[in-house]
């Protein structure tokens, strides 16, 4: 029982402390997955309306795509997820592991109805980068970096005038599906 962490988000009476506490209790979650469970559990479709805010904390939902880790796989059997938080690892171009998740919750921490300010937006573009070598090891590298940012970090979004706080975010995020579109066009061919 409870709201999704979007409509809890979007609900508005959510300080930033709040944020920072709610997502580094989403990631202790994600931890218990990934160092609980031999071989870890990778969730595969981690987003805000698969995580409940229940009176006891949140809650993830949907194991429905979930699969666990296989030593020496090249690339999953089944390409699933939500385009819009799942890597690009998971439609095809190797096996998903424990960073594919770290992938997911890097967007997840840049929930629209949140935003960011600047001083996250490199824990984010970490967190996402395209090249998996490239993200947080594990949940408990990203929870550390998170765990140091400000709590201002987690306050509402700027709005279009704000100077292009969020500019480092967006370029990363355009070069990624930049980089996804060649991939296809290569793929295809």
Request: charged share 20%.
């Amino acid at each position: 029982e409870g709201p999704t962490l979007s409509e809890y988000i979007s609900s508005g009476n959510v300080s930033p402390a709040a944020v920072k506490y709610l997502f580094l209790q989403i990631c202790m979650a994600v931890r218990e997955l990934h160092e609980c469970i031999n071989p870890p559990v990778i969730h595969r479709d981690l987003k805000p309306s698969n995580i409940i805010i229940s009176p006891s904390g949140p809650q993830l939902i949907d194991f429905g795509i979930a699969r666990l880790w296989h030593e020496g796989a090249e690339c999953d059997t089944t390409h699933f997820g939500t385009r819009r938080y799942a890597p690009p690892e998971q439609f095809g171009f190797e096996q998903t592991r424990v960073r594919s998740d770290i992938y997911a919750l890097g967007k997840v921490s840049f929930c629209e109805e949140a935003g960011v300010a600047h001083s996250i937006a490199r824990v984010i573009c970490k967190a996402c980068a395209f090249d998996p070598r490239e993200r947080y090891a594990s949940v408990r590298e990203l929870s550390s970096a998170v765990s140091s940012l400000p709590q201002q970090a987690w306050m509402k979004r700027p709005g279009p005038n704000s100077g292009g706080l969020l500019a480092p975010f967006d370029s990363m995020v355009n070069q990624a599906q930049g980089a996804l579109s060649n991939a296809r066009s290569v793929a295809g061919s």
